[in-house]
Structures are given as C-alpha cells and as structure tokens.
C-alpha cells in the first residue's frame, strides 16, 4: 500500500490488449494525475472523467491518465471505455486495473480516487471523490507541484 509522500515504485496497469503497463516507468520524469474511476460509477463519468480532460488541457507538465478499475469478472474492453465518452479519441491514456490491485495499491475508498505523482515518483495527494470539495483538494494538490 502505498502512503504519501513515499515512493511510489511501480503502478502496474494493462492496456486494452492486456500488455502490461508500468505506468510509472512510462512516464518517468513527469508528474502523473491518475484517476482510478469506474464506467458504472456515475460521479466518475459525469463529474471525475470531465474534470480530469479539463485538467489535462490546463497542466501540461502533468499527465493525465486514468485507470478503469474492475470490480468483478466480467472483462471491459475498449468500446466498453469509450462508450462513455461523447467523441470518438480518448481524451488521456485510459489503462486497465483487472482486479483491482490498483485501487488496492493505493488504499482507495471508492471511485473516483485521485493519485498525484511527483515528476520524481513520489505520492503527493490520494483524493477520493468528484465533488467540489475533493475538486478544490485536487487543485491546490496540483498547485503545490511546482
């Protein structure tokens, strides 16, 4: 589990063709915003997911990913992500967390949980939630990056 201010070694996540992913590896020297959300979780498609695109647009030292995460067997598939999303290009990387280690990894209490990475792969802030006060949390978190 990780704590913050620690180091963060890996976040292990596969791609939609099940390749696994180091996250932490591939974006090595930038600062990562993920949200672990899920497609059944109507605070993460309807508040979460835009906020995490506005996010991206406004901070482009950061990389915005997310990390659909799997609370049951059934497997998700691309169209099943994209599906929630009114145009056709994802508007950030979107990995997948079969099983939930992820959200294990990282002591989630629920979705959305938001996880800021330094650039030098440190957990700065954990953050559950989508509204307005884990949104104020999230951007003070991104502001005290630089």
Known sequence: MNKENAAVDSILVQDFN???IDLIKEYQGKAILAIIYNNQCL???GRAIPLAYQLQKENEEVQVVGIHTSFNTTPVTESDIKSIFTIEELPFPIFLDEG???YDQFDSAGTPQWILITKEGVL????????EGAQNRLFYALQQLD
């Open 124 to 131: 700065s802030r954990s953050i559950f939630g989508s509204q």
């Open 18 to 20: 099940g390749n696994p």
């Open 100 to 102: 939930h280690m992820v």
């Open 43 to 45: 605070g993460c498609t």
